[in-house]
């Protein structure tokens, strides 16, 4: 560790991790539910259950992006972080919030817009925490050296708190309700997440290959830009069907479209840099995951996110298990799996020692990626046939979800790999094993032409 | 990448057009939400009731099981239509009825059936809940859903 008080960023981490592993169980119960219906459906109803794994999953996603920031800025600006008491300051409030907001959903008291049913106090919560890191951070930032990649991770959650303030406006007119409401969730996910995604990945790729940072931020600002440029119109995918005007279905197709192209960017980047760099970095798992995460992220948000976002497809698509293929898919694959990768390359050196259970580690990536890839299909066939029966021949909800039981029963199991990836992922980070499950070979640096016979 | 393209002109091109397109998207959302109020909603009044009926919808957070405008939890069945297949859409004393009777008969705790957990409402509660599911249904969607199954 260069800085001393990039061990903030630790802190931050194992919350996250935290919560990631109640998130999953909270997945694995409502898959479950899905399997067999009467589970707890009298003391802890699904409404309840998707509320804790759904919100668990963002706020631990946030915390692991402060955490990188935390971790990263440092490193970048070449200084110490600008107040370490604000930064645990701000950990407390998210944490005691977090658990508030899970506590009063188990007694009964949410909100009831989907994914910002945080109780009042706990908003206002989240705003003071945002407001106390921007302060912070931004402190260090101008205090030191300017980089692209502090540029962008700024940028990117300046604007994402700045959007939070759309979670206070809840309009009476549920039609402007919704359409205010994806100012949170699409500007989040699809446009300044992907900002702070890019910037974490940049660091990590920069840090794992020794390519020139002069190559690597050029790269960023292109990545970015492809993604505002798309993300922002692209809004418009959101607002074909819920009483806006017709024109959001050429707007949205056409901008949604071009939405792909900023995953696919940083795919590519992901592969020339590794490609080009010439570094042997010790830290493999690191590496697997931020190849990863950029493959995966073009898949789930990029390839399944276009498979239903022209209007012509949505418009039967729409609200079935498609979406949810690509929302698991898309969170995993972008969001899910960048965390792990800062996670995975960050805890060796928070904890002051040689990349550890890496093996562990990258059994638990291929565990989590095969069980979110399995999931993803097995609701894609689901969705197409819900889409089939349910809006095209006309047949009624419930009579096709019946058909469609073996699909989920298939999800439960993909889903039981997710956690087993996921509890394998946190014993990696946090238990100390005195070996390697597998002895690494020697280094042993690539020729530059193949010979023949070896 | 080419050389023409330098990093600093990557920058700006970035801010630029980024700025560009928050400027459009601003316009048509001001737009969207003159449209919303005088066109796709306007058909039947915001009362007090359909407010009431959206606070309840709330705060039991139906959106975690159902869906509304395709927007939610896909866990249960759409509701943004549901006044049309009930056949109740133009008839408010009917709708609110056959409401209160279907909340009053959850959960039906037949086995292997997903299961709705009981809400205890007001009558009022019930009626504004009606109300504002009508409200729902008359909003213009560019003719979605498909068909009444929703």
């Given at each position: ?158 604007l994402l708190s700045l959007l939070w303030i759309f979670a206070f406006i809840n309009p009476d007119n549920l039609s402007l309700d919704k359409m205010y409401w994806w100012f949170v969730i699409h500007l989040w996910v699809e446009a ?263 | ?150």
């Amino acid at each position: 560790m260069k800085y001393q008080t990039q061990k903030v960023a630790y802190a931050y981490f194992l919350c996250a991790m935290g919560l990631f592993g109640i998130q999953v169980l909270g997945g694995l119960i409502a898959g479950w539910i899905y399997v067999s219906p009467n589970f707890l459906s009298e003391i802890l109803p699904f409404n309840i259950i998707r509320m804790i794994h759904t919100n668990a999953l963002i706020v631990w996603l946030l915390l692991g992006f402060f955490g990188a920031a935390y971790f990263l800025v440092p490193e970048e600006s070449e200084r110490e972080i600008y107040s370490v008491k604000l930064a645990y300051l701000q950990l407390i409030i998210l944490v005691v919030g977090t658990l508030g907001a899970v506590g009063s959903y188990l007694v009964g008291i949410h909100g009831g817009r989907e994914f910002l049913e945080q109780p009042l106090w706990v908003k206002i919560g989240i705003l003071i925490a945002a407001l106390i890191f921007l302060f912070n951070i931004s402190m260090t930032v101008l205090a030191g050296k300017k980089t692209a990649i502090t540029n962008v991770l700024l940028m990117g959650l300046w604007l994402l708190s700045l959007l939070w303030i759309f979670a206070f406006i809840n309009p009476d007119n549920l039609s402007l309700d919704k359409m205010y409401w994806w100012f949170v969730i699409h500007l989040w996910v699809e446009a300044t997440w992907e900002l702070v995604m890019a910037a974490i990945l940049a660091f990590l790729i920069l840090k794992l290959t020794g390519v020139d940072r002069e190559v690597v931020e050029k790269w960023l600002y292109v990545i970015v830009a492809t993604a505002l440029f798309s993300g922002i119109l692209g809004t418009g995918h959101h607002f074909y069907w819920i009483g806006l005007p017709g024109y959001w279905q050429w707007i949205g197709s056409i901008f949604s479209t071009f939405e792909v192209i900023p995953f696919f960017l940083m795919m590519s980047f992901a592969f020339i840099m590794v490609w080009k760099g010439r570094r042997n970095h010790p830290n493999k798992a690191a590496l697997l995951w931020s190849l990863g995460t950029a493959t995966v992220a073009f898949f789930g948000a990029g390839v399944w996110g276009f498979l239903h976002t022209l209007h012509g497809v949505n418009f039967y698509s729409h609200g079935t298990q498609i979406t949810a293929a690509h929302g698991h898919l898309a969170f995993y694959g972008a969001y899910v799996a960048l965390n792990l990768a800062i996670i995975s390359y960050a805890m060796p050196i928070l904890r002051g020692r040689e990349p550890y259970n890496q093996v562990l580690n990258m059994v638990s990536f291929w565990l989590m990626t095969g069980g979110m890839a399995f999931m993803t299909f097995v609701l894609t066939f689901a969705g197409i046939i819900q889409t089939h029966m349910q809006r095209v021949v006309g047949d009624y909800y419930m009579d096709v979800q019946d058909s469609l039981s073996i699909f989920y029963m298939m999800r439960f199991g993909s889903g039981a790999f997710v956690v087993l990836g996921a509890l394998l992922f946190i014993y990696s980070m946090l238990v100390v094993r005195k070996r390697e499950v597998i002895t690494p070979g020697p280094a042993n640096p690539a020729p530059a032409i193949s010979v023949p016979g070896e | 990448m080419a050389e023409i393209l330098t990093k600093s002109r990557a920058r700006n091109i970035f801010y630029a057009g980024s700025l560009f397109f928050v400027v459009i998207f601003v316009v048509l959302t001001v737009h969207s939400h003159y449209y919303v109020v005088t066109k796709s909603t306007a058909g039947m009044p915001l009362t007090d009731e359909v407010v009431l009926g959206k606070h309840v919808w709330e705060r039991h957070s139906c959106i975690n099981c159902h869906t509304l405008h395709g927007e939610g939890a896909y866990f249960a069945p759409e509701l943004g239509n549901v006044m049309t297949r009930w056949g109740v859409q133009e008839d408010p004393e009917s709708a609110a009825e056959v409401l209160g009777i279907w909340m009053e008969s959850q959960p039906s705790g037949v086995d292997g059936r997903r299961q709705m957990p009981r809400f205890v409402l007001t009558p009022e509660e019930v009626r504004g809940l009606s109300e504002f599911l009508r409200w729902a249904d008359q909003t213009d969607t560019q003719g979605w859903p498909p068909n009444d199954a929703g």
